[in-house]
Every structure is written in C-alpha cells, then in structure tokens.
C-alpha cells in the first residue's frame, strides 16, 4: 500500500491511481523563476523515488516536469545534472499552466515544490519537497559538487544518498561534512555487498522484508537507510541475506550497491 504525506491535510494518505495500473505523477517547480541547483534534483529525485516504489509494486508510471522560467539551455542542464544522480527522465516537460497529462487523465500526485504555486482545485494527492542547500568548498550547487566529484575520483551518486537522508518534507542542509559522511557510507557499502556477494545467496529475514517495504511504501528514506546500518552491523543475519537486503533496497534507493562486485582485491 503506497502511501505519502498528503501536503493538504499533513497526514499519511494511499495512493490510488484512477486507471487501474498506471499512475500519473506531476512534479511542479515556482512558476516565475524556475528551480535551480540542488533544490531542483531534490524535486526531481522525491518523483523518482516515487515512479521506482510505486513500479516494483507493478504500477506503470508516467511522470511529467512542470518548471516556469527555464529556457531550452537550462532545461537541459537540469537533465544532465539528474541524469548524474540517477534520476530518471520525466515522460514530458511542460509550462506551468499546462494541465493535461500525456496519457490523458488527471494526475495522481503532484510532487511540489516549497517555492511552487498551486491551484488546490486539482484532484490527486499533494507531496510537498522542501528547499534543499549545498555548503563547503566546492559545493555552492549541484553542478559544481558533480564537477568537484569528478576530480576527485568521487561519486556523484553521494549527492543523492546525502538528500535521501533527510525527510523530504523538511528542509535538507547538505553540508561539507554530510557529503563527506555519504560518500563514506557509499564506498563502504560498495565494498561490504562485494564481500556478500561471494557468500551463498539467503533470503532476506522476514522481518527485515515486512519494515523495508513499509518504510518504502512510506517513501521514507530516512528509515530504509538506517535499516541498511542495522542489517549491515547485525551478526545474526547472514552474509548471504546482507546481500539479498542490500540490492532490493537499492532498486529504490539507486546507488548502484553492486557496482564492486567481481572488482575486489584478490
């Protein structure tokens, strides 16, 4: 049962689609300005977290990207730098006054921004994101932190871990140590689901199962990541079911966990 923090009413409602199995998703940005640098992927990322729950659910997804105030150029940008973070396309981009989805229909959800205006009149389920800011040498957005990755060696894939570490609807203040922290984690779990991978498969415990997906159906990230703690440090849970935990969190998560596999020393 997927459920979201219904921005009208402040408490947790499902998500029922109004085709059977296909799911319309609109995310909206400020109508005049546009949405720019890190709080723009955090949009953009909460609506692919999002498509990826609700599709291992068996729910086909169409997403649209409502931005006012972008030209060509900057829409372009945008897509490069969410591509960078793993975020999927958006089905379309539209203006802000356009309404209609690419399927036809109302839409289902409508991923908004803090900054965005809203006409409370339409139908559908309200997910609100809020601001998101990035601090420290190098990092006064995301296209500077994705070039700083870069030439690092790093990964700008801790960006996303790093916003997924927050509540979505809470403001998310990346600072130098919170990227530092991410990509930490992020190699560390690379290495650790490299090593799992060599012990035989075991099925994840069942009540390891029944709280990851509540968290997901949640989309609370916050929770899922701190499961992945507890389960990576719990020595009762076997190599194998480590594994098995890590990549199905990750189909949501999207951090690539499995990149390692098969590249340890020898």
């Not at 035989?200 to 499961?227: G, N, Y």
């Amino acid at each position: 049962m997927l459920r979201v923090l219904d921005g009208r009413t402040g408490s947790y409602a499902e998500i029922r689609p109004g085709r059977p199995g296909l799911l319309r998703v609109r995310a909206h940005g400020p109508q005049a300005t546009g949405l720019s640098g890190v709080s723009a992927l955090r949009l953009l990322l909460a609506a692919d977290l999002l498509a990826r729950t609700a599709e291992l659910s068996g729910l086909q997804v169409l997403t649209v990207l409502a931005l006012g105030g972008k030209s060509p150029g900057q829409t372009a940008a945008l897509d490069r730098d969410a591509d960078a973070l793993g975020i999927h396309p958006p089905a379309a981009h539209v203006g802000p006054d356009e309404a209609r989805a690419p399927a036809d229909g109302p839409f289902d959800v409508h991923v908004i921004s803090e900054a965005a205006t809203f006409d409370d009149g339409q139908g559908g389920l309200v997910m609100r994101v809020g601001a998101a800011r990035m601090r420290g040498p190098d990092t006064a957005n995301a296209a500077a932190a994705e070039e700083s990755a870069a030439e690092h060696g790093q990964d700008p894939l801790a960006v996303r871990l790093a916003l997924m570490s927050f509540p979505f609807n809470q403001f998310a203040d990346l600072t130098a140590d919170v990227l530092a922290g991410a990509r930490e984690t992020l190699g560390r779990w690379r290495h650790r689901v490299a090593e799992w991978a060599e012990s035989p498969s075991k099925p994840i415990p069942p009540h390891i199962a029944e709280m990851t997906r509540a968290a997901f159906d949640h989309l609370d990230t916050v929770s899922v990541l701190a499961q992945l703690r507890g389960v990576a440090a719990e020595a009762s849970v076997p190599p194998g079911a480590k594994f098995e935990t890590f990549v199905y969190a990750d189909r949501i998560l999207g951090l690539e966990l499995a990149r390692e596999i098969g590249h340890l020393p020898g």
